[in-house]
């Protein structure tokens, strides 16, 4: 069954993946945020709920909350010196603030274990359910990634999405309409930072292992590279972004079976690609595959 | 350690950063948009030069100055492959920021496939350091300011007496009119593109040479540089001088006080000596970065 | 109802505003005029909140609003357009009406997941009210266009239609007028208007045309170099010997 193993492994993935993306598509699709270090609030969802489970002895479910909430009020806290600055001051300062989330992780022993990482991670139900565990937890997985479309979806249909739009195409004319534009950034910072640090967290509990190489920049330039090329301002378009990216990132391993090439090489060459994709895409194809859908109201008044 | 070490060590990492630095600021401050690949195309052209120069044999000195030229060649090429194009598109400056991250991403993994993820040494004859003051300086650091003086002087000369360097000037005082005149202006900017990758090659091999040579290199140091950049005023090359020797300064005099008296609050907890452990070392120019971006975003240099 | 006083602002060595000080009552409409780079699109901005002043002090309905961001200036009922119109590219005409209403409960991501029903109806509210203005403001058949799409004067409209869907209590409008064709002028004009008489409020424009300046305002200030070179009806303004000089001679 190693096939069908791996279909259920590559689908989880996805999942998580969609999750990953859809977070970062809200602050940059939407409201324009670009965020260059989206991998720590996967990280911070990820190592709060492993560490509260592993070492507290909390609930799973407690710890995937404070793994969401974690990474939402690290989102706040990064949004607070920047949000009256431009995007290119976002794009550095998460950027470096993904890097120090990672130095954290490497050097604070006594919590994170440091490059060991955290092992044993417990999974949820996992006396319950034994010969078809990893389907189970995929459809963990699918539900989630269904609540969560859901509700983003309410959301950037809401005012609030409008909001977001209007910060994104226009920020002065949303202030000059008495919108309180860097609380709206705060506060999609927030957002997506829970989002992410909910794909973090389901993602520790379904690797049962996590360490800092987990979460390297290269995390980050993947979920970018699925929101370039899926398409920004369309949950869906994330969605497609993370199937094809993470497909093309998976498949690549078996490459190797095939081709001599060392694993290093491999995975040099695949970045390549996703690099020049993200150009290509962004020169010839800058809505990405699926485009953002205009909004309209069909004659209800 | 000594005082005048910390001044040495500070001067030759902020002699460094200035070199990148000033390209960035000059693309930001003509351009508008942050250039995520700058220090990609640092370590590119610093692999470069390690192959002219240990794989060929051709002199060090001569290998800098050839990988400067080529990277710089390659700075004009793209834009006008690419930044060109999307000028004349309007394209916005987000966008313009997010291709310079793929292509970063791009150019930092060609590198890795080229030279492979193994460290590499610059060959450097081994030499008794020299001592002034109380501070140990080896020869090649002290190769490394004279050029990096040497570098900055001419590039103030380039600003000041060329054609180039006031045309340039011209179009960061008054950018309206600079696109009204758009011919000129394309030709300045792409030697505002050789300029700034060359010098990124010189700071980029100054590192590999005094540390190592690695393709995550340019990553590594994408934030100092920025940082020094913001802490100078964006914009200013003058002011990325000084925000890198400002930078320098202060990661090097963070990394060496001890907090210990600062947190025994005068001797009433003995915490015994406290210092910042050297893994957080890259942490340093975060922090600095968003204490300027709180206290004055605009820079040391920069109006309010 | 605005009272400015004494507003200073340099840029570098350039004092572009310089010892401002001005009234504008309730229900009516005034005008600034000045040649370019007179200090009036500064003073807007300082006004607006999008500038921080030197020196001086501005109130409005006699509370001090000089230190507010530009948001809670709006919250106080005084708001603002811009001499180029901004369109936001991805959004329909439709959708820039609806963001301009004021208060909704869906604006609160919160809200808008857990208070659905009265999201519902305020969107329904808005909506009805949104039609209607781009009905009378002659821009319904553009209502699913994008907004980055219309023309300058289109623009322009819809800045004024938003105002309409903001309901605030004073309006500065900066030269809504501006190159755009006559028929559009005339709407943009017949709007304003509309308006003031349905509402009550105040308009302040900066304009460049004097005829849609003495058209439409009881009184007019004139800005040369930073300064109040004069203030008064606009048949006084028309035969200013200083405001001759300055500006009006030189057209």
Not at chain 1, 215 to 227: S, Y
Request: charge should be positive; include cysteine; glycine fraction near 10%.
């Amino acid at each position: 069954m190693p096939i069908a193993n791996f279909t259920i492994y590559l689908f989880t993935m996805f999942g998580i993946y969609a999750l990953f993306a859809m977070s970062l598509n809200l602050q940059v699709g939407y409201a324009g945020l670009v965020n260059f270090g989206q991998v720590a609030f996967f990280a911070l969802g990820a190592y709060t709920s492993a560490l509260l489970v592993v070492k507290a002895g909390l609930p799973i479910a407690v710890g995937i909350i404070a793994g969401m909430l974690a990474s939402g009020f690290f989102g706040c806290l990064l949004a607070w010196p920047t949000k009256s600055l431009k995007s290119d001051y976002w794009a550095i300062t998460t950027l470096a603030a993904g890097e120090v989330i990672r130095l954290f992780a490497l050097n604070e022993k006594w919590l994170t274990e440091g490059p060991f990482g955290v092992m044993n991670i417990p999974q949820p139900l996992e006396g319950l359910i034994d010969k078809y565990y990893n389907i189970f937890y995929f459809i963990f997985v699918l539900i989630v990634v269904a609540v969560v479309y859901m509700l983003l979806s309410m959301l950037t249909d809401s005012p609030f999405g409008r909001n977001l739009k209007a910060i994104r195409d226009a920020e002065d004319l949303s202030k000059s309409l008495g919108k309180n534009t860097q609380k709206i950034k705060v506060q999609v910072m927030a957002i997506g930072g829970l989002v992410a640090g909910l794909a973090g967290a389901i993602f520790a509990h379904y690797m049962v292992y996590i360490s800092p190489e987990n979460f390297r920049p290269l995390e980050t330039f993947l979920i970018w590279g699925m929101i370039i090329v899926g398409g920004r301002a369309n949950n869906r378009g994330a969605i497609l972004g993370a199937v094809v990216i993470q497909t093309f990132y998976v498949s690549t391993r078996f490459v190797g079976n095939y081709v001599p090439i060392g694993s290093d090489l491999m995975s040099a060459a695949r970045m390549i690609v996703i690099g020049l994709l993200m150009v290509s895409f962004l020169i010839f194809r800058p809505e990405g595959l699926l485009r953002e859908r205009k909004k309209t109201y069909p004659d209800e008044v | 350690m000594e005082i005048s070490q910390i001044i040495v060590n500070s001067l030759i990492r902020g002699a460094e950063l200035s070199l990148l630095a000033i390209g960035l600021t000059m693309v930001y401050d003509i351009l508008g948009f942050a250039n995520f690949a700058h220090t990609e195309f640092a370590a590119f052209g610093a692999f470069l030069g390690f192959t002219f120069n240990s794989l060929l044999g051709i002199n060090l000195l001569l290998s800098v100055v050839l990988a400067a030229l080529l990277t710089g060649l390659i700075g004009i090429l793209l834009d006008l492959s690419i930044f060109e194009k999307l000028r004349a598109r309007n394209a916005k400056t987000l966008t313009m920021m997010i291709i310079t991250m793929g292509m970063g991403i791009a150019i930092r993994n060609i590198s890795r496939l080229i030279w492979t993820s193994s460290t590499k040494n610059f060959p450097m004859p081994l030499l008794q350091p020299l001592k002034i003051l109380g501070a140990r300086i080896t020869r090649v650091q002290l190769g490394i300011l004279f050029i990096a003086a040497i570098s900055m002087v001419a590039f103030h000369l380039l600003l000041h007496h060329t054609k180039f360097g006031k045309a340039l000037r011209a179009i960061s005082d008054n950018k309206e009119l600079a696109r009204a005149s758009a011919i000129d202006s394309a030709k300045m900017v792409q030697w505002m593109w050789f300029v700034a990758y060359s010098y990124a090659v010189i700071g980029g091999t100054m590192l590999a040479i005094e540390h190592l040579l690695y393709p995550r290199l340019g990553f590594d140091i994408i934030i100092p540089v920025f940082c020094a950049a913001i802490l100078g005023g964006i914009g200013n090359p003058y002011g990325a001088v000084l925000g890198a020797l400002t930078l320098g300064f202060a990661e090097n005099v963070i990394i060496s006080l001890d907090f210990g008296p600062l947190f025994s609050l005068g001797g009433l907890f003995d915490v015994g000596s406290l210092q910042l452990s050297t893994g957080y070392k890259p942490a340093i120019s975060f922090m600095i970065l968003i204490l300027v971006l709180l206290i004055k975003p605009t820079g040391i240099l920069g109006e309010n | 109802m605005l009272k400015i006083e004494n507003i200073e602002k340099s840029f570098g060595q350039l004092k572009a505003v310089n010892g401002v000080s001005l009234e504008i009552e309730k229900d009516d409409i005034f005008g600034l005029i000045g040649p370019n780079g007179s200090g009036k699109s500064t003073l807007f901005n300082i006004i607006s909140g999008f500038y921080r002043k030197d020196k001086g002090e501005i109130y409005f309905d006699g509370e001090r609003i000089d230190d507010l961001l530009p948001n809670q200036i709006v919250e106080r009922g005084l708001c603002r357009t811009f001499q180029v119109s901004r369109a936001p590219e991805r959004m329909t005409v439709l959708e820039n009406m609806l963001l301009a209403a004021k208060n909704q409960v869906g604006e609160n991501p919160l809200n808008a997941l857990l208070k659905r029903p009265m999201v519902e109806r305020s969107r329904k509210k808005n909506l009805k009210k949104a039609k209607e203005l781009l009905s009378e403001l002659d821009l319904f058949h553009l209502k699913d266009e994008y907004s980055g799409n219309l023309s300058g004067g289109q623009k322009k409209l819809l800045a004024l239609g938003r105002i309409f869907m903001l309901e605030p209590k004073m309006v500065l409008l900066d030269e809504p007028t501006a190159g755009v064709n006559p028929t559009l002028t005339n709407n943009i004009l017949k709007g304003m208007q509309n308006l003031r008489e349905k509402t009550e409020n105040s308009f302040f424009i900066v304009e460049h045309d004097m005829g849609v300046i003495s058209d439409v305002c009881r009184k007019v200030f004139v800005l040369n170099s930073g300064e109040i070179l004069a203030e008064g009806s606009p048949e006084e303004i028309q035969q200013n010997d200083k405001v001759l000089d300055a500006y009006l001679g030189r057209n």
